[in-house]
């Protein structure tokens, strides 16, 4: 059972939690599959916005070698605009997806992987404190000795 199945059952069960569906927001103007956009901001270059993942095969045919962008990305990027330093982080950006492929995540998504290390994880600093006390061996190999067996 799919998620849809689910919502459906949810329905014909009367029941009164279930959402009513949403007509889907067309992604982009009617009838248009993607844009290219020449940005002022880096340096002329060229991107490709694609409305719709299904697009996104042929978009990549027709423009190779062009950094592709779906709309919630141009407005994550959008939202840090009034950043000190925003031209230089747009570079960067784009420079990783260029170089990387990939997608830009909203910070508040469910799907945004934080790059903290987790409360408990080893990190380099605390590495530092373990060697301090006698413990973590790593990089500090012990001389060989005999191996016996019983």
Same mark, same amino acid.
């Given at each position: 059972?799919?998620?849809?199945?689910?919502?459906?059952?949810?329905?014909?069960?009367?029941?009164?939690?279930?959402?009513?569906? #949403?007509?889907? /927001?067309? *992604?982009? &103007?009617?009838? %248009?599959?993607?844009?290219?956009? +020449?940005?002022?901001? =880096?340096?002329?270059?060229?991107?490709?916005?694609?409305?719709?993942?299904?697009?996104? #095969?042929?978009? /990549?045919? *027709?423009? &190779?070698?062009? %950094?592709?962008?779906?709309?919630? +990305?141009?407005?994550? =990027?959008?939202?840090?605009?009034?950043?000190?330093?925003?031209?230089?982080?747009?570079?960067?950006?784009?420079?990783?997806?260029?170089?990387?492929?990939?997608?830009?995540?909203?910070?508040?998504?469910?799907?945004?992987?934080?790059?903290?290390?987790?409360?408990?994880?080893?990190?380099?600093?605390?590495?530092?404190?373990?060697?301090?006390?006698?413990?973590?061996?790593?990089?500090?190999?012990?001389?060989?000795?005999?191996?016996?067996?019983?």
């Amino acid at each position: 059972m799919d998620l849809k199945d689910l919502a459906r059952s949810g329905e014909r069960e009367g029941n009164a939690t279930a959402a009513p569906a #949403k007509p889907p /927001r067309p *992604a982009g &103007p009617p009838g %248009v599959k993607w844009i290219v956009v +020449e940005s002022r901001l =880096l340096g002329g270059e060229q991107l490709l916005v694609v409305f719709e993942k299904k697009h996104l #095969k042929e978009a /990549r045919k *027709a423009h &190779p070698g062009k %950094v592709i962008y779906f709309p919630p +990305e141009i407005e994550e =990027l959008r939202r840090h605009k009034e950043a000190p330093d925003y031209p230089k982080f747009l570079k960067s950006v784009h420079l990783v997806k260029k170089k990387f492929g990939g997608w830009i995540v909203p910070s508040d998504s469910p799907l945004a992987r934080r790059l903290d290390p987790p409360k408990g994880s080893r990190t380099r600093g605390s590495r530092t404190q373990a060697r301090r006390k006698g413990g973590d061996n790593h990089a500090h190999a012990k001389p060989a000795g005999r191996t016996t067996r019983p």
